[in-house]
Each structure stands twice: as structure tokens, then as C-alpha cells.
């Protein structure tokens, strides 16, 4: 079916009277909705434009305690006369905003709140005395995380969540609340990166500290979220890139910053085993060789490097072997995957097979009265 333009025009016409000039981008005030279009299944497009809220949506929206222009609407609205019902689930809701406006004194606030905007009696008596509003919050400190309840009675009658949405302490903010309060953040300066150390808070009021091995780890969020999954036992949802940046600022920077005692890091414990190792028992036979024991020669030592992961391992060495041998590669003239053969000794018909094997370059010192220690080199030179 087509349609003409006298059949369109009264329709365009309508809501040009309804909702001012199309095309009108000119609307100051708070309370308009941007970059309107209105359509239907038969016209199509009739009009687009910047929208005035309508009268109705206004006064629901102006009005009410002036702490929630940047809160809920609902809660707004519902304060434009002293409540004298369902004032428990207001209450509740009022909360949760505090709780994100008022951090520092959201408890004090909500009990002020129930004076503020609940009626009192016929004997001008306020029956939600601070008493009861202390036993509330008590009693909702499980659900508190759950957020405004915006599909729940009275609630749901009040709400407006376009306009919701974009304030600050509105229902987008929920999300932030479901991460664990941060605090008391430490760096531990372990080499070659400092590991960091965080306490958070869950809804029973237990406090349970989070390691985090690297800072390359707070840079991604959901890295940031298995972890402290990981010691706490809560799902933590994703959040908005902004709100996760200022939930890691917050834990930033650092309350205190510990140097670690001496001969406590892991590569200084990683160092001092493998002294220990390649000053252990010497390949005198091939068979010896084979199985682990460290072959000299000249300026280098080889030996087997899984044989070398079990020694570790004995001594409560808790890295994965990709990382440490990471770290020895880091941080030793080394070379791993050397083919090597144990020397052929003169009444020997022929030579031994090869065994990958690994290869670090040595010095030698001479001890006083107990012979030499083997020292493996850094890359950066002799460690004396």
C-alpha cells in the first residue's frame, strides 16, 4: 500500500505540536532526551529532534531531597512528601546510595535519612529511631551487594532508568559494588618484579589479603578478578573500563614499600641452589653423567636440566620449570639444549653418545684449606 503526502502530513503534523520544531537541537535544560526520532510501521520517520521531558516525567523528576540529583529517581521522587509506607525498601535502596555517595559516613547518613523524609505519628513521634535504622543495616549487610532493587515494588512504580542510567550514583554505579573494598596496598620489591600485597573487605566484614605477583597483572581486569576470585571465593562481573580504572587507582599507590631480607628472594634462592648443584657430585662415568651429576670443563659446567628441576623441587622450589629456566637464562651465561659428550678416556674404543644437556660458563675461587668453589658468571659479568 502506498501513501500520499496528505495521508503523512497530519500524522508529522501531530508531532511537530507534540514535541516542538523538527530538527530542534536547541533544548539547555537537564531534563531532554538528545537526538530523538520518532517512527512508525506506516510513515516511517515523522519527526527527530532534541526531546523535552514531558510535564508528568518532569515533576516526578524535580522535587524531592536535593542529596539525589545525582542518585536514583525514584528515591527522588518518593521524597517529595515524608513517607509513611514502604519505607523499609526505601531505606534500603537509600543505603546502597550512601554507600556510593557517602562512603566515609553512609551509615550515619542512612540514619539521618529515616528522620529526614519519614512522617512521624500523630504524637509526632518517628518510630524509625536510630535503634531500629542500626538493626536494619545490620540485617542487610548480606544483600547489600545486590544493588538498587529497581524491579521490586515501590521501586519499579518510580522508576525512570534512561535518566537513571546516566547519574552518577544511579544503577549503572551498581556494578562497581560488586568488587570488594580495597585497602592497606604493599610492594614488595623482590627482583626482577616487586610482588604486591592488598587487603579486601567481604560483606561478612572479614578482611583477607591479595598477593598479586606482577603490576603488569593490574592492567588487566579480568587477570585482576581470577585473583582475587582466587582468595576470596566471590565472582567478581566485569566492569565498565572507566569504573575498573578508578577501582585500581583507589588501591594505588602503594601504603607501604618493603625491601625483602637478604637471601630471601626467589633468585637469590634460586642462585644459592645452584652453587650448591654444580659444587655436588662430579660426572666421573658416563653413567654418572647421565643421570644428573655436573661434568667440568675448563670454563663451563653441563649437566641435565630436568635432573637439576628435581633438585630444586626437593628443596621446596615452587616455580614452574618454563620460569625458572627463564630466570637462569635471564641472569646466567647459560645454554640450554647442548649436545654434549662425557670425555672419551684413552682405553676407550669409542665415544659416548651425546646428551642434551645445559652449559653455564663458571669461575673458579679458591677457598683456604677446603679446595675451590665453583661460581656460576652472570651475563653481566663475574658476580664477586
Excluded at 525512570?160 to 614488595?188: H, M
Excluded at 661434568?295 to 614452574?320: A, G, P, S, T
Aim: charged share 30%.
Amino acid at each position: 500500500m502506498f501513501w500520499t503526502h496528505e495521508d503523512v502530513q497530519p500524522a508529522v503534523n501531530l508531532a511537530v505540536k507534540l514535541f516542538g520544531p523538527n530538527n530542534y537541537m536547541e533544548h539547555h535544560n537537564r531534563n531532554a532526551y538528545r537526538n530523538v526520532s520518532i517512527m512508525t510501521r506506516e510513515f516511517g520517520k515523522l519527526w527527530f529532534g532534541d526531546m523535552e521531558l514531558n510535564e508528568h516525567t518532569k515533576d516526578v523528576l524535580e522535587g524531592g531531597g536535593e542529596e539525589f540529583i545525582d542518585g536514583p529517581p525514584c528515591l527522588q521522587a518518593m521524597t517529595r512528601e515524608p513517607l509513611t509506607d514502604e519505607r523499609d525498601r526505601f531505606l534500603y535502596n537509600y543505603h546502597i546510595f550512601a554507600k556510593k555517595k557517602y562512603p566515609d559516613t553512609w551509615e550515619q547518613m542512612t540514619i539521618q535519612a529515616a528522620q529526614d523524609y519519614f512522617a512521624k505519628n500523630n504524637d509526632g513521634f518517628n518510630e524509625w529511631t536510630d535503634t531500629k535504622v542500626k538493626q536494619k543495616i545490620k540485617s542487610w549487610r548480606k544483600d547489600s551487594k545486590k544493588g538498587y532493587t529497581c524491579t521490586k515494588d515501590p521501586i519499579v512504580r518510580y522508576c525512570r532508568k534512561p535518566e537513571c542510567y546516566k547519574r552518577t550514583f544511579g544503577k549503572a554505579s551498581d556494578v562497581k559494588n560488586f568488587w570488594p573494598e580495597s585497602s592497606g596496598l604493599q610492594q614488595i620489591n623482590f627482583v626482577p618484579e616487586p610482588e604486591y600485597r592488598f587487603n579486601v573487605q567481604l560483606n561478612s566484614g572479614k578482611k583477607i589479603q591479595v598477593k598479586v605477583p606482577s603490576s603488569k597483572v593490574f592492567y588487566v581486569q579480568k587477570d585482576l578478578a581470577a585473583i582475587i576470585t582466587k582468595y576470596t571465593g566471590v565472582f567478581l562481573p566485569p566492569m565498565a573500563p572507566n569504573d575498573y580504572n578508578d577501582y585500581v587507582n583507589k588501591i594505588f599507590p602503594p601504603n607501604e614499600i618493603i625491601e625483602p631480607p637478604k637471601g630471601t628472594t626467589p633468585e637469590e634462592s634460586l642462585e644459592e641452589a645452584l652453587i650448591e648443584y654444580v659444587n655436588g657430585p662430579q660426572a666421573k662415568t658416563y653413567a654418572a653423567f647421565k643421570t644428573g651429576a655436573v661434568l667440568i670443563e675448563e670454563e663451563h659446567v653441563f649437566f641435565k636440566q630436568n635432573e637439576f628441576y628435581d633438585f630444586l623441587k626437593n628443596k621446596e622450589w615452587k616455580e614452574r620449570k618454563d620460569k625458572t629456566f627463564e630466570i637462569l637464562k635471564n641472569r646466567y651465561d647459560i645454554e640450554f639444549g647442548v649436545q654434549k659428550r662425557f670425555p672419551k678416556k684413552t682405553t676407550d674404543t669409542k665415544s659416548y653418545d651425546p646428551i642434551p644437556v645445559m652449559q653455564i660458563k663458571i669461575k673458579v675461587k679458591d677457598r683456604d684449606e677446603t679446595g675451590y668453589e665453583i661460581i656460576p658468571l652472570r651475563k653481566e659479568g663475574d658476580i664477586f
